[in-house]
């Protein structure tokens, strides 16, 4: 199993450009989400999606769209980048299961916006 | 929602000395607890969780304690190494344990050889 994977792993983009980080998962987890981690910050929920063709939104959803169409691929999308979306982003995924809670995380998509 | 509070953000130990970073929660119905660990450009891998049913789990030099009627749980590390350097951070689920993880805002433990 390949885990959780993230493409890009960099990614510099002017203000007002849109882009999609990607997220894939091979487990076959029902829940996905996306956090993203700024300096003294922690990690924060952005979206989530508990199965295909299910999302809502986490702590910090403006700006960011996301789509669930299968239940590998969970992507997000900007679709105007502002200087205040510079982070690093982080997709996790867990099992649908009951009781089954154990997030397993990317390795990261550090977006610089200019 | 959730609120998770960490201490100390930052923590230096001596090589084989033991480390101990507390976290506190605001939810009463949160009952899933885990502990990442995140090296430099990577990111957070699970060491330890515990469950609202359970009062400590260990696994090899790592523990953990819950105590739900002060909610705070904490991480001991024993007998550190170099390796155990690294940012650690504590969450709690929300309950209901659709919407995620809250998160606090991590713990950069130094090593000292």
């Known amino acids: 199993n390949a885990g959780v994977t993230q493409t890009p792993k960099f990614q510099v983009l002017k203000t007002g450009q849109s882009m999609t980080l990607q997220c894939a998962q091979d487990?076959?987890?029902?829940?996905m989400s996306w956090y993203r981690q700024d300096p003294g910050m922690g990690l924060r929920l952005i979206h989530y999606?508990?199965?295909?063709?299910?999302?809502d939104q986490g702590e910090v959803p403006n700006g960011y769209n996301v789509s669930r169409s299968t239940t590998e691929d969970f992507p997000l999308r900007l679709l105007s980048a502002a200087p205040s979306q510079t982070s690093v982003y982080f997709c996790?995924?867990?099992?649908?299961?009951?009781?089954?809670?154990?997030?397993?995380f990317g390795p990261g998509t550090r977006l610089t916006v200019l | 929602g959730e609120n998770v509070e960490q201490h100390p953000s930052t923590l230096s130990v001596q090589e084989g000395d033991s480390a101990v970073i507390k976290c506190t929660y605001s939810?009463?119905?949160?009952?899933?607890f885990p502990w990442y660990k995140q090296e430099l450009g990577k990111g957070p891998q699970l060491i330890i969780d515990?469950?609202?049913?359970?009062g400590e789990k260990k696994d090899q030099r790592i523990a953990v304690t819950l105590n739900k009627t002060a909610k705070h749980f904490s991480l001991h590390i024993t007998e550190t190494q170099p390796e155990d350097s690294a940012v650690y951070f504590c969450?709690?689920?929300?309950?209901?344990?659709?919407?995620?993880?809250?998160f606090g805002k991590g713990t950069h433990l130094i090593i000292q050889p």
């Open positions: 999606s508990v199965g295909a063709g299910i999302t």
């Open positions: 969450a709690a689920n929300s309950g209901g344990g659709a919407d995620g993880l809250t």
């Open positions: 515990i469950r609202s049913n359970v």
């Open positions: 939810d009463s119905a949160s009952n899933y």
């Open positions: 996790a995924s867990r099992g649908g299961l009951a009781g089954t809670d154990t997030q397993y």
């Open positions: 487990m076959n987890h029902e829940y």
